[in-house]
């Protein structure tokens, strides 16, 4: 009889389940939440007040690990959108044209997304999770892990009767953004992991909205993408149709850019871009919920790849890395990591060095990722970083030269946008044709924000009644232009 035992039943914890339950004869998930029965807030997923997009490549990871699943979300209201084709995009630099391109964006609440995945999951007969359990330490020593214990919570629990050890052939760690990893190891006598930290402080805010009435079905949404490397904090704004005829407003911003909490500002906020489009849909949108707040958005990257760690032992999701969530890469880098998994449990099956393996193919997912996302955020002003600033102002000018080529040119945008969310790999950015057109840069003028919007029909007479609208920029409000 072998066993798995998962630390963590959130996105990474549920699909690495879903791929052990392949090659062994049960698999444990210990999760310290308990899961709501219906699409719905937990302690343990702080996130899920705020806006969630699936990128292509993640949800494409998701139907090969657990099929149909994207259908079952689209069936629970998921918004499909083209990316930049169905979305008002402005880009760190200009605002993107029209033109389709091979990917989308699967648009909805975490409460959903996971409500979905998890019944798709849970569906595994092998698969059981304890809910209102947490892990509290690895039982084995520095060369092979050989259960987990853990701890029963909640008011049922006494506190004797509630301390157990799980033993396991195999332990995946995937307890997320707060992984205690590094003291679970350093306890068994393992040598600390390495570790790359960037954190240029971003804070998001974040409001649900019933969209009005005459909203079209087409609605595009808004993507505001904040600008490194000006010397200013970036900010940004995605305003976003979910299920049900609701919006997700969240803003955002970097160390200085931090977005308003209050009511009033925060309806009427157009931060540093050029058109007040998301104060103007606000004013007509019913507030369903107050706004709230989330810090903490560091990219964080333990090194496990690097490390020797014991046997019967490996580390997925967040806990491996954790991305600024501002680019929406965790779940896709997750999904795919889930993928890893099982490429390589397929190959050899429980060897020794399955986490060795697994860890070498999860870092070059990462790697792709950590560079959009931690090497962007080191270009903006007081982020704190363990990372080597090489060549700053060749970074930031062609961070800014890919920009603008992409939100004129079709080719360009087509590469960027699906190396960007995980269906084309890097390479394709190093092609010559697409360096070429890089470097030639921009061949007729950016649009204006008005043409931009005017490219959407879908938009109709939403962001109409300007005098009506009252608008405030950070200057205004109190934060740092
Ligand atoms: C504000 C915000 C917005 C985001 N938006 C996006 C987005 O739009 N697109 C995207 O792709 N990604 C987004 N992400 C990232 C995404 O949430 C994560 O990458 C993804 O959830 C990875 O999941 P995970 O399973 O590794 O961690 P989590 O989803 O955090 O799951 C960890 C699980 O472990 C449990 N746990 C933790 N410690 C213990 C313990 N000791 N014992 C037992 N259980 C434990 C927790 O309860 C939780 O259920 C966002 C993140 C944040 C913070």
Redesign the pocket.
Known sequence: MTAAVV???????LLAAGVLADHVDEVVV????QYPEEPGA??????GH??????KG?ADALDELLPGTTDLLRAAGAQQRGLPHDILTRGPRDWFERNPTDTWLLLMS?AVLDHVVRGQALRNPKLTVRQH????GLVGDARRVTGVR?EREGPAADAEASEETLPADIVVD???????TPQWLEELGVPAVEEDKVDAGFA?ASRWYRAPADTPEDFPGVMIQVQQGTGRPGRGVALLPNEGGKWIVTQFGSKGGEPPTDEKDFATYSGDWDHPVIARLLARATPLTGIRS?RG?HNRWRHYEKARLPEGFLV????FA??N?TY???????ARSALVLRTELRRTGLTPDLGRRVHKGIAKIVAFAWQSSAGNDVLFPGAESTLPVRAEKFQTWFGARISQVAARNRTVSNTTFSVGTFIAPPTRMASLGYLWRILRGPRRPALTAEQAIAQFPGFGTLIEDPAAVPVSHPSDTGRTR
């Open positions: 630390l963590g039943g959130g996105m990474a914890g210990v999760e310290g939440d937990r302690r343990g997923l702080p996130q705020h806006n969630h997009l699936f990128m993640g975490r359990t947490k892990v509290v853990v995937a307890t997320g953004r707060s992984a205690r998001y989330y958005m997925i999701g967040d806990a954790a991305l969530p929406g890469t965790g779940m896709t880098v997750s």
